[in-house]
């Protein structure tokens, strides 16, 4: 067996705790848009050759297993639209083939792992919709230097969270980026200008936030550029 999906039906009850015990060739795990409940199991890890996996849009809480950054082929982790919370494991930072990881619209709390930002094959970061801010944790949510790492990056929303402090210049290393949201958070200071420097960027909405100044006039010069929503 190399694949089970699942997906849009009205499966209820857990994820059999013996799932992967005798799927050593499983490759895509998908889930997603039924009534599972309980807990993600920790032992997903045993599905060594996973790349795919997906269990967005299920009713799964509790936190998301550190040993999931055991799965070291994983290309895509979906577990949006859940009741997840705590904190986005650290350990994640791990998977170097991950190029999709979305935890949207759960309840995770204190600031993105710095490891998330050191992934080269990131392409998509959906973590919009959490509770993202730092507050009550060792780090604030603020967007970190790092983010310059996300060379690959093709899309990034952030939207509706709790994030602060400034847009860091190194944005503009993310050559590739094509959609960059940052609405509904708490962002502060002027818009950057090296955001002209994205030319494959063809929306950036940052609405919402604490921005003052003027827009950058060189966004103009975006011509990759369909949908510019700043802050009001």
Avoid: W
Avoid at 159 to 185: C, F, R, S, W
């Amino acid at each position: 067996m190399q694949k089970i999906i699942l997906t849009s039906n009205n499966l209820t009850g857990k994820l059999p705790t013996t799932i992967c015990d005798h799927l050593p060739d499983l490759e895509v795990l998908a889930i997603s848009n039924n009534y599972l409940d309980g807990i993600i199991l920790p032992n997903l890890e045993k599905c060594r050759k996973l790349d795919i996996l997906i269990l967005s849009k299920n009713k799964f809480i509790g936190t998301v297993p550190r040993e999931l950054a055991n799965l070291r082929d994983l290309t895509e982790l979906y577990l949006g639209v859940q009741q997840l919370g705590g904190e986005i494991p650290v350990e994640l930072g791990n998977l170097k083939k991950l190029q999709t990881l979305s935890l949207y619209q759960n309840e995770f709390t204190c600031s993105i792992p710095a490891s998330i930002f050191n992934m080269s094959a990131l392409q998509n970061l959906a973590l919009e919709q959490n509770r993202l801010s730092g507050q009550g944790c060792k780090l604030m949510g603020i967007i970190p230097e790092e983010i310059g790492n996300l060379t690959g990056m093709t899309r990034m929303s952030l939207q509706n969270n709790e994030l602060a402090g400034h847009i860091p210049k190194t944005v503009q290393d993310m050559l590739k980026l094509q959609e960059l949201y940052l609405y509904g958070n708490k962002i502060e200071g002027t818009i950057p200008n090296v955001i002209c420097n994205l030319k494959s960027l063809g929306a950036l909405d940052l609405s919402g936030n604490y921005f003052s100044g003027s827009v950058p006039a060189c966004l103009g010069n975006v011509t990759s550029l369909r949908n510019c929503i700043r802050s009001k």
